[in-house]
């Protein structure tokens, strides 16, 4: 793997062309234009209380990298008590984060075998794992959706983490979306 290949910029389209890779809500197609940008249907999203197109948004629209942050930062503070095997699904993805090398990214596959990909924190540690992808084929449908598998990984995670407490599912993807639209910021600047 190319240690560069996840740094990555934010792709030059529009939020039409990524919600071609997951499924929106019939609220989120019915407000979708072919030309809105991905920020500002975010914001439409998040304005008519449609969190998850927005979460599934922002996850496509963030570079590999920058989207496994985003998920593990989000798991961290809002589940900041993890099982040991959480922890060290967490601390796997982090050291991929730091430094995205293959020895770092097969780790996060292990750890996340270890804490059960079923779980917000490894299905995080999974999302670094496939951010490479999985291998080409001669099917261009099925490559594109293997590039989006870690953008998928990533919004089951928060998906997962806002859902766990359903008093709280509102405000956690309140800050979810909020925290996701600061990286991208970040990523302008």
Not at 18 to 32: D, I, P, W
Not at 34 to 54: I, R, Y
Request: aromatic share 8%; glycine share 4%; proline share 5%.
């Amino acid at each position: 793997m190319n240690p560069n290949a996840s740094l990555g910029t934010l792709p030059q389209v529009t939020a039409a062309e990524l919600c071609r890779y997951f499924t929106l809500s019939e609220a989120g197609k019915n407000a979708l234009t072919p030309e809105v940008a991905p920020e500002a249907f975010v914001q439409l999203l998040t304005e008519q209380k449609q969190n998850s197109d927005a979460v599934q948004l922002i996850a496509h629209y963030l570079p590999k990298r920058q989207a496994v942050f985003w998920a593990l930062s989000c798991v961290r503070q809002f589940i900041p008590v993890l099982t040991g095997e959480g922890e060290a699904a967490l601390k796997a993805a982090e050291r991929w984060i730091a430094e995205p090398t293959d020895e770092n990214r097969a780790a996060t596959l292990k750890a996340a075998d270890v804490a059960d990909a079923g779980t917000p924190a490894g299905c995080t540690a999974l999302a670094a794992y496939y951010s490479d992808g999985l291998p080409k084929t001669d099917d261009a449908k099925q490559n594109a959706r293997a590039y989006f598998l870690t953008s998928k990984l990533v919004a089951s995670a928060l998906l997962m983490t806002a859902t766990e407490n359903p008093e709280q599912m509102q405000q956690r993807f309140e800050a979810f979306v909020e925290k996701g639209l600061e990286i991208v910021q970040r990523m302008k600047q």
